[in-house]
């Protein structure tokens, strides 16, 4: 560890260089060996806590000088092995150049993630750190470099979507990069599952703060999530030619017509077939980490039309898709989609799928904001044939009395959906008009309120029991709800609903919908996304016929006639005379001399 005093030595050396020292001192390095010292002060200025145009100059002399010694520099690891004094020597002075290589990209990573770093900046070092994973591993992708960059951005504490777009913009066109992006990310996301359990252990023992631990683990996610959304998924092209590889130099492109060229659109080839399989790998290890709700949710919905058609089986994500469809709530409502699409398209089976769909029947989806896609896969899940009588009836009758709870958008979208059940299901269509029957007696029990209407008692009885709705709304499971023993009564108060749009599509439930040749299916897409505002904006624009007036030949002088309240009154003159009384004996209540005045006026 550095003295206090060499450190302000050193700070003083950084100050005291300007723009034209540096360049000077740039130039120099670059033009004579023997000015090799010069190679440690250029780096002290690589530092986030040094100027801007200071660090960018000191930059492109050091990039400039590493380029030209990179090609003879050892590894990392790399020991001696020469026996004469002259290799042994230019051995040491290597290893010290490897040292400072490295300790300039550890600056250059320090700048790239540092908050005080402007975004020029930031492009220009991202480009030379770029251009050393391109050359510094002997022409091949430098990956290990790579994963440190990412990692970093990744795991940097200011905002990281500056720097991801700019890697997107320049450089996930290059298939090599996608490739090893995707292997970074896959060891980023198992490091952070293991690290969240180690941590959290950790925090308890050291009285570490948790909620700055989870603020940064969310963090990460977040950053993770951006960085895997935003690279271009594995393509499909026969075509080895259209895929670009970042890692080849201009000098193998010079030789494209050699056996090299050859190799390297092989490897490119092989990268390509290896693609989704990475692909794979990442998004698995990415969504067993612990998602914040709003990635959650994002990836919820984006999942299967951004993730399945790239991934080499999308039935391993079906145990991901079943555990938040038994979340409950909005989480389900956006699990449903990618979940329908395994079970459509891949052959996943789940057992109590139409249990869990029956459950999210609230009155709170029809506010949710992705309803819409919702009640069309609802729709679509109730299509089949093979349904049993028993689960459409349960759909129908919870849709119908949730029809008294919903807005008017709501109801308009339940009988849509009550039309496809019943067209579908002709064995349900019972419910629509039911004559209830005695259990004990067979009879119709209109029968038998006829029959028993000169009985009081028995008249009573026999009037309860055609009330009685057997349907239980609180049921969880739809074989014991009891909607095979209830009817539609629900529907039949939205034909008399105040909204237009609502009364005219009950209406459509009048017709025989058991004759399929005459009726339709009622496509749920155009009323699913409805809202106070497309109903306002559909009834504006409808050509309507007839317009009712509201003419009178008199003025009125009362909001009610008295025909309207039998017994009551709304005159004008008595209104009034209530009035002056009332004022009155405000006035008596301020001024006592006036009601002593009022009261002799009264006598006379």
């Given at each position: 560890?550095?003295t206090?005093?060499?450190?302000?030595?050193?700070?003083?050396?950084?100050?005291?260089?300007?723009?034209e020292?540096?360049?000077?001192?740039?130039?120099?390095?670059?033009?004579?060996t023997?000015?090799?010292?010069?190679?440690?002060?250029?780096?002290?200025v690589?530092?986030?806590?040094?100027?801007?145009?200071?660090?960018?100059?000191?930059?492109?002399?050091?990039?400039?000088?590493?380029?030209?010694?990179?090609p003879q520099?050892?590894?990392?690891?790399?020991?001696a092995?020469?026996?004469?004094?002259?290799?042994?020597?230019?051995?040491?002075?290597?290893t010290?150049?490897?040292?400072?290589?490295?300790?300039?990209?550890?600056?250059?990573?320090?700048?790239?993630?540092s908050?005080?770093?402007d975004?020029?900046?930031?492009?220009?070092?991202l480009?030379?750190?770029?251009?050393?994973?391109?050359?510094?591993?002997?022409?091949?992708?430098?990956?290990?470099?790579?994963?440190?960059?990412?990692?970093?951005?990744?795991?940097?504490?200011?905002?990281?979507e500056?720097?991801?777009?700019?890697?997107?913009?320049?450089?996930?066109?290059y298939?090599?990069?996608?490739?090893?992006?995707?292997?970074?990310?896959?060891?980023?996301?198992r490091?952070?599952?293991?690290?969240?359990?180690?941590?959290?252990?950790?925090?308890s023992?050291?009285?570490?703060d948790?909620?700055?631990?989870?603020?940064?683990?969310?963090s990460?996610?977040?950053?993770?999530?951006?960085?895997?959304?935003?690279?271009?998924p594995?393509e499909?092209?026969?075509?080895?030619?259209?895929?670009?590889?970042?890692?080849?130099?201009?000098?193998?492109?010079?030789?494209?017509?050699?056996?090299?060229?050859?190799?390297?659109?092989?490897?490119?080839?092989?990268?390509?077939?290896?693609?989704?399989?990475?692909?794979?790998?990442?998004?698995?290890?990415?969504?067993?980490?612990?998602?914040?709700?709003?990635?959650?949710?994002?990836?919820?919905?984006?999942?299967?039309?951004?993730?399945?058609?790239?991934?080499?089986?999308?039935?391993?994500?079906?145990?991901?898709?079943?555990?938040?469809?038994?979340?409950?709530?909005?989480?389900?409502?956006?699990?449903l989609?990618?979940?329908?699409?395994?079970?459509?398209?891949?052959?996943?089976?789940?057992p109590?799928?139409?249990?869990?769909?029956?459950?999210?029947?609230?009155?709170s989806?029809?506010?949710?904001k992705?309803?819409?896609?919702?009640?069309?896969?609802?729709?679509?899940?109730?299509?089949?044939n093979?349904?049993p009588?028993?689960?459409?009836?349960?759909?129908?009758?919870?849709?119908?009395?949730?029809?008294?709870?919903?807005?008017?958008?709501?109801?308009?979208?339940?009988?849509?959906?009550?039309?496809?059940?019943?067209?579908?299901h002709?064995?349900?269509n019972?419910?629509?008009h039911?004559?209830?029957?005695?259990?004990?007696?067979?009879?119709?029990?209109?029968?038998?309120?006829?029959?028993?209407?000169?009985?009081?008692?028995?008249?009573a009885?026999?009037?309860?029991?055609?009330?009685?709705?057997?349907?239980?709304?609180?049921?969880?499971?739809?074989?014991?709800?009891?909607?095979?023993?209830?009817?539609?009564w629900?529907?039949?108060?939205?034909?008399?609903?105040?909204?237009?749009?609502?009364?005219r599509?009950?209406?459509?439930?009048?017709?025989?919908?058991t004759?399929?040749?005459?009726?339709?299916?009622?496509?749920?897409?155009?009323?699913?996304?409805?809202?106070y505002?497309?109903?306002?904006?559909?009834?504006?624009?409808?050509?309507?016929?007839q317009?009712?007036?509201?003419?009178y030949?008199?003025?009125?002088?009362?909001l009610?006639?008295?025909?309207?309240?039998?017994?009551?009154?709304f005159?004008?003159?008595e209104?009034?005379?209530?009035?002056?009384?009332?004022?009155?004996?405000?006035?008596?209540?301020?001024d006592?001399?006036?009601?002593?005045?009022?009261?002799r006026?009264?006598?006379?």
């Open positions: 560890m550095a206090p005093s060499k450190r302000n030595k050193k700070n003083k050396t950084t100050k005291q260089y300007g723009i020292e540096l360049k000077t001192l740039g130039n120099e390095l670059l033009s004579s023997s000015k090799i010292n010069n190679l440690p002060i250029l780096l002290t690589v530092s986030p806590s040094s100027p801007p145009h200071h660090i960018l100059e000191s930059l492109l002399s050091l990039h400039a000088f590493f380029l030209t010694e990179l520099l050892p590894s990392s690891t790399a020991t092995s020469a026996s004469d004094d002259g290799d042994q020597s230019k051995f040491i002075y290597l010290w150049l490897r040292s400072k290589f490295d300790e300039f990209l550890k600056s250059l990573i320090d700048v790239l993630v908050d005080k770093s975004e020029t900046l930031k492009e220009v070092v480009d030379t750190l770029m251009e050393f994973v391109k050359v510094a591993n002997g022409g091949t992708f430098h990956s290990s470099l790579y994963n440190r960059i990412l990692r970093s951005i990744i795991h940097s504490t200011g905002p990281a500056f720097l991801i777009d700019l890697l997107t913009s320049k450089y996930f066109k298939i090599d990069v996608r490739y090893f992006t995707f292997i970074s990310l896959e060891k980023l996301a490091n952070l599952e293991g690290k969240d359990v180690s941590d959290d252990k950790t925090a023992a050291d009285g570490t948790e909620s700055q631990l989870c603020s940064n683990i969310e990460v996610i977040h950053n993770m999530y951006y960085t895997i959304s935003h690279v271009p594995p499909k092209s026969d075509d080895t030619s259209d895929f670009e590889m970042w890692s080849v130099s201009d000098a193998d492109d010079k030789q494209l017509k050699s056996k090299k060229r050859n190799n390297n659109v092989l490897s490119a080839a092989r990268l390509a077939k290896k693609m989704k399989l990475k692909f794979t790998k990442a998004w698995i290890a990415y969504l067993r980490l612990p998602l914040p709700l709003d990635v959650y949710k994002e990836v919820l919905v984006n999942l299967h039309q951004a993730v399945f058609p790239h991934l080499s089986n999308p039935i391993m994500l079906c145990d991901f898709l079943t555990r938040s469809y038994d979340v409950g709530g909005v989480v389900s409502v956006m699990a989609n990618s979940l329908f699409v395994l079970m459509m398209e891949h052959g996943l089976e789940y109590n799928f139409y249990e869990k769909l029956y459950a999210l029947l609230v009155p989806i029809f506010m949710a992705h309803r819409a896609r919702f009640f069309e896969l609802l729709d679509s899940c109730l299509k089949s093979l349904l009588a028993y689960l459409a009836a349960s759909f129908a009758k919870k849709l119908s009395r949730l029809s008294l709870l919903v807005p008017p958008f709501g109801v308009w979208v339940i009988t849509s959906l009550v039309h496809n059940i019943l067209r579908r002709p064995s349900v019972c419910l629509v039911r004559e209830d029957f005695d259990e004990d007696s067979g009879h119709k029990t209109d029968e038998v309120n006829a029959s028993n209407l000169d009985n009081p008692q028995t008249g009885t026999a009037c309860q029991k055609s009330g009685i709705d057997h349907f239980n709304i609180d049921e969880s499971d739809p074989m014991k709800s009891g909607a095979m023993r209830s009817s539609l629900e529907i039949d108060t939205a034909r008399h609903h105040y909204c237009p749009p609502v009364s599509s009950a209406l459509s439930l009048e017709t025989d919908l004759v399929r040749g005459k009726t339709c299916d009622v496509n749920v897409g155009d009323v699913s996304a409805a809202s505002a497309t109903i306002l904006g559909s009834e504006i624009t409808r050509r309507v016929k317009v009712p007036l509201a003419f030949k008199t003025t009125p002088s009362s009610f006639s008295e025909n309207d309240f039998a017994g009551w009154t005159k004008c003159e209104t009034s005379e209530i009035n002056e009384s009332n004022e009155n004996a405000a006035k008596d209540l301020l006592p001399e006036h009601s002593a005045k009022r009261q006026i009264e006598c006379q």
